[in-house]
């Protein structure tokens, strides 16, 4: 049973670009958390969706990034615009159930660096 | 301010010795997980406890969750080189800046073995 799988591992952008991080939760796990986790700082709750549906985003920047969860396919965080504030691990977690019933699994993680 | 503060920042410890981890709280926890991320990789997870006073064992590793419930404390009996890395508490405190569906997290206790 294939853990949640992020990609790309490593993602290098330049400012101005879009970068796209891909995550495909767990076998039977409909809900799905993006965290950020910025040098210094923990790790910090983004957004959390379930299939097809957002359903608290109170973590995300109001501008430039944005996330969905399609009814096929992986989920994907979106930054337009990148800067380079926005160079940071981007972990993605997958659980059965809402986060406060069970544990989260969480990916490898992705690290955006923007030059 | 820190929802969760984890102490030490940082430890080192010498192969064999114990030692302990906490995390505190300024709000009731209504779910407490331990995570351990070994560096550039994922979160694994650890222990999760839910009641005041729980304590939960794996290996040589123990967590408990105190009384009222603002506190929870990791023990590392006879430590290893495996068990170096980042040790994250992440809680449900009801809400995650303004939703109820995302951990908090602290910021890490960084973990150092010495041979």
């Known amino acids: 049973n294939a853990g949640v799988m992020q990609n790309p591992r490593h993602l290098v952008r330049r400012r101005g670009q879009e970068a796209r991080l891909r995550c495909s939760p767990m076998?039977?796990?409909?809900?799905v958390y993006w965290y950020r986790q910025l040098p210094e700082e923990g790790l910090k709750f983004m957004v959390y969706?379930?299939?097809?549906?957002?359903?608290?985003e109170s973590g995300m920047p109001k501008e430039r990034f944005s996330a969905e969860f399609p009814k096929e396919g992986p989920s994907i965080l979106r930054i337009q615009q990148v800067v380079r504030g926005d160079s940071a691990a981007y972990f993605c977690?997958?659980?059965?159930?809402?986060?406060?019933?069970?544990?989260?699994?969480f990916g490898e993680g992705s690290r955006l660096t923007v030059l | 301010s820190q929802e969760l503060e984890q102490s030490p920042q940082s430890l080192i410890v010498q192969e064999g010795k114990n030692l302990t981890i906490n995390c505190t709280s300024s709000k009731t926890l209504y779910g407490l997980y331990w995570y351990k991320q070994k560096y550039g990789e994922g979160l694994i997870f650890l222990m999760m406890?839910?009641?005041?006073?729980e304590e939960k064992s794996h290996e040589k590793i123990t967590a408990k969750l105190d009384e009222k419930k603002q506190q929870s404390s990791l023990h590392i009996t006879a430590s290893q080189p495996s068990h170096a890395g980042i040790y994250l508490c992440g809680a449900d405190i009801g809400y995650s800046g303004g939703g109820a569906d995302g951990l908090t997290f602290g910021k890490g206790t960084h973990l150092i073995i010495q041979p």
């Open positions: 969706l379930q299939k097809e549906n957002i359903i608290d």
């Open positions: 076998k039977g796990h409909s809900h």
């Open positions: 977690a997958s659980s059965p159930q809402r986060v406060n019933t069970g544990e989260l699994f």
């Open positions: 406890l839910q009641k005041g006073g």
